[in-house]
């Protein structure tokens, strides 16, 4: 049923191992217009495409061997890489621009879903535009409520952050947009191939940016967030109870009301896997303000404290 909700040019949202998303056909340009109105999404930030297999890589994108060797071995899974767009992919979901995103997810639902409707998906997260990424069901429910009409329930995002975004439209110059799971230095170890840290993007909320997740407030609750190098439990403990504490590990006792953590002995994959699910969580209990401590050096510190950075930036 869902996948010919999809041939009809309906949305549908949709687990991913990464974070739940909403998805449209995306060759539609009227589906993906669908998409953006129901996000409430700016079109100048461009939305990934989703495939079920290597096939429609060239029906969609213009690849080159360095492409193939990260997809061949990170793919399915989460990596999206910005290659050149074919004429069959409306420059609405790519800003306008003759790039687009690419990934193979790693959902066995979502995968099923894909190749059940024969389409390459547009599947940006599915949440109002701007708020903390949903990672469950329930947190598409209470986010789009009646904006949409079917959602596919497929548990807890396994990862709970977005991929990594690479551009390897320059195979010379492979460049880190976003960071996520799939970090440099693994791809340095498993293929030997250097990926080097991008300039800084524009902020700009009107300029056209080359993929989602690089404007400078992104994933925000609506409560203040301030971030911290460290936080001190001492602090925690005396502060008002107005004020929300997160701790990167859990702190020893005795512990406040108001003093919470992402995971108990600071494992750096469950606390990307809990980070979303504990800012809502936090942002739906009426705290005046949410002080987050920042992700140690570790495998997803880029990737959360990244997360971190743009929900706590101001506009």
Not at 150 to 176: H, M, N
Request: with cysteine; net charge positive; hydrophobic share 40%.
């Amino acid at each position: 049923m869902l996948a010919n909700k999809l041939r009809e040019g309906q949305l549908v949202a949709v687990p991913t191992e990464t974070v739940y998303g909403l998805a449209g056909n995306a060759l539609d340009p009227i589906a993906c217009r669908r998409i953006f109105k129901a996000k409430g999404r700016p079109t100048n930030d461009p939305l990934i495409v989703h495939i079920h297999s290597f096939d429609q890589l060239p029906e969609i994108a213009d690849s080159n061997s360095i492409a193939l060797k990260l997809a061949e071995a990170y793919w399915p899974g989460p990596l999206t890489l910005i290659l050149p767009k074919k004429p069959v992919i409306p420059g609405l979901i790519t800003a306008g621009l003759d790039s687009v995103a690419v990934r193979m997810p790693n959902h066995r639902l979502l995968r099923q879903l894909l190749k059940k409707c024969g389409l390459p998906l547009a599947i940006p997260s599915a949440n109002l535009f701007g708020y903390i990424s949903p990672t469950t069901a329930e947190h598409v429910r209470l986010g789009l409520q009646r904006k949409i009409h079917y959602i596919l329930d497929g548990g807890p995002a396994a990862i709970g952050l977005e991929s990594t975004i690479l551009d390897v439209r320059d195979p010379e110059k492979i460049r880190l947009l976003r960071p996520g799971s799939i970090t440099p230095a693994q791809i340095q170890t498993k293929l030997g191939l250097v990926v080097r840290a991008s300039r800084p993007g524009s902020t700009s909320k009107v300029q056209k940016q080359l993929a989602p997740g690089l404007l400078k407030r992104h994933y925000s609750p609506r409560t203040q967030l301030i971030l911290h190098k460290k936080l001190s439990q001492n602090s925690a403990n005396s502060a008002t109870t107005d004020e929300a504490f997160l701790f990167f590990t859990k702190p020893k006792k005795p512990l406040s009301a108001h003093i919470y953590w992402l995971d108990e002995i600071g494992d750096q994959e469950n606390a990307a896997r809990q980070l979303f699910s504990k800012l809502r969580d936090l942002d739906a209990k009426g705290y005046r303000i949410i002080n987050a401590e920042k992700a140690p050096t570790g495998a997803m510190s880029a990737a959360i404290n990244d997360r971190l950075n743009r929900a706590a930036a101001r506009d």
